[in-house]
């Protein structure tokens, strides 16, 4: 199995930067995608972007242009780096996994972390 556990959340001002890291602190991610989700205050869970273990990357809309998902095989971690932050992306993140090609906004993901908190201020 495969245990994630987030970091680098926290408080900023908009237009600010932040940079998530998804650790496994189990198991490998090796042809796992991976994703992040956030979900604010009485909201749906929110897809936020996506990089597959075979093919390329997805973001949402709402942050596109403004964060990058990354990962690092060799530290085992996958990356959210978040520019020109808003305040609308306030919000918990969640960092998950799955074995298929792709992760979709729809995807019940495998493996979730705990989330990490990020609070944009305005």
């Known amino acids: 199995q495969v245990q994630l556990e987030e970091s680098g959340g926290g408080l900023v001002q908009a237009g600010g930067s932040l940079r998530l890291s998804c650790a496994a602190s189990?198991?490998?991610?090796?042809?796992?995608?991976m994703g992040w989700f956030r979900q604010a205050p009485g909201k749906e869970r929110e897809f936020v972007a996506a990089?597959?273990?075979?093919?390329?990357?997805a973001y949402a809309d709402s942050v596109k242009g403004r964060f990058t998902i990354s990962r690092d095989s060799a530290k085992n971690t996958v990356y959210l780096r978040m520019n020109s932050l808003k305040p609308e992306d306030t919000a918990v993140y969640y960092c998950?996994?799955?074995?298929?090609?792709?992760?979709?906004?729809?995807?019940?993901?495998?493996?979730w972390g705990q989330g990490t908190q990020v609070t944009v201020s305005s």
């Open positions: 998950a996994a799955d074995r298929g090609i792709v992760i979709s906004p729809a995807t019940e993901c495998e493996y």
């Open positions: 189990r198991g490998t991610l090796y042809r796992y995608s």
């Open positions: 990089i597959s273990w075979i093919s390329g990357s």
